[in-house]
């Protein structure tokens, strides 16, 4: 069942991204998402980006539902139904977290959480998200951007790869672009670091039951959408491909 929220406040990230504030007053774990309907149109799957008794959801247009979610103004009701997935495990071990893109959006939350230091990835400057908020949580934030106009001139994984080699991490915690995470996680194997990385697949019920968000045998909606290097290792479709919305499985 959806219950009905209001938008409390709407703040643009970047060109293409929003937050959009609600309040709702049930428990959320760092990493789980929420099924979102925007009235008349759709409903989509989103990370939850604040989860205390004030939530809110950071957007990125895409297409059709997420450019309507994204101009809906404070005063305007949309409804959401969740917590959905599992969420990161949080634990005591020295952490690196690596967020891609809109993929900052259930990293946020962690973040607030435990003390970790973290690379932001983007393609370019302007659409670096969260970046004044977390370093008021983490020591070490390094930027990297694809076209050189911020910070190290490369991709989140090079970044990551070279503090991997430096900075003694236990683990890493991920979310980004499936191609970044396929390449982080083979980093990760490389040094024999595990990983708890956060996934995407089309997504239809949200509660195991249409099977629109299988990988392999895994329906991503309640066995992830994080999973960790154990299950990462058992899922040759991860980085290779993925289905779309009528089912059939297309290349990444
Ligand atoms: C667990 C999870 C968490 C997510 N969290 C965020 C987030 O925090 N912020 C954010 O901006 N985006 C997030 N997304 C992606 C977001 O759900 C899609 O971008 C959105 O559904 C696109 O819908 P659209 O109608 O705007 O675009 P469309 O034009 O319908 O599609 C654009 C792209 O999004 C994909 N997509 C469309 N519908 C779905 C769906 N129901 N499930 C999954 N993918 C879909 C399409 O395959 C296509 O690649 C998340 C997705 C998942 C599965
Ligand atoms: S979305 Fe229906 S089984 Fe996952």
Redesign the pocket.
């Known amino acids: 069942m959806s219950d009905a929220v209001v938008v409390k406040e709407r703040r643009p990230e970047s060109k293409d991204?929003v937050t959009l504030t609600f309040d709702w007053d049930v428990h959320v774990a760092p990493g789980q998402?929420l099924m979102v309907w925007i009235p008349g149109l759709?409903?989509?799957?989103?990370?939850v980006?604040s989860v205390g008794p004030e939530k809110s959801?950071?957007?990125?247009?895409?297409?059709?539902?997420?450019?309507a979610l994204q101009d809906l103004q404070p005063g305007d009701r949309f409804a959401v139904r969740g917590p959905y997935?599992n969420g990161y495990n949080l634990n005591g071990l020295k952490t690196l977290v690596v967020g891609g893109g809109?993929g900052m959006?259930?990293l946020m939350p962690v973040l607030r959480t435990i003390y970790a230091d973290l690379v932001i990835g983007a393609r370019s400057s302007d659409e670096i998200l969260f970046e004044e908020e977390a370093s008021r949580y983490c020591n070490v934030i390094r930027i990297s951007t694809d076209d050189g106009s911020q910070g190290f001139h490369g991709n989140a994984v090079q970044l990551a790869e070279s503090l991997m080699d430096e900075g003694g991490y236990e683990q890493v915690i991920a979310c980004g672009p499936e191609i970044m995470l396929y390449y982080l996680f083979q980093a990760c194997e490389r040094r024999g670091i595990p990983c708890q990385l956060?996934l995407?697949?089309?997504?239809?019920c949200a509660v195991g039951i249409c099977g629109s968000?299988m990988l392999g045998k895994e329906r991503?909606?309640v066995d992830g959408?994080v999973f960790d290097s154990g299950r990462l290792r058992m899922l040759p479709e991860f980085g290779r491909s993925k289905r779309?919305?009528a089912g059939r499985l297309i290349r990444i």
């Open positions: 991204t998402f759709d409903e989509i799957p989103m990370s980006s959801v950071t957007v990125r247009k895409a297409g059709e539902a997420s450019s997935g809109v959006a259930p956060s995407e697949r089309y997504m239809k968000c991503v909606c959408p779309d919305p």
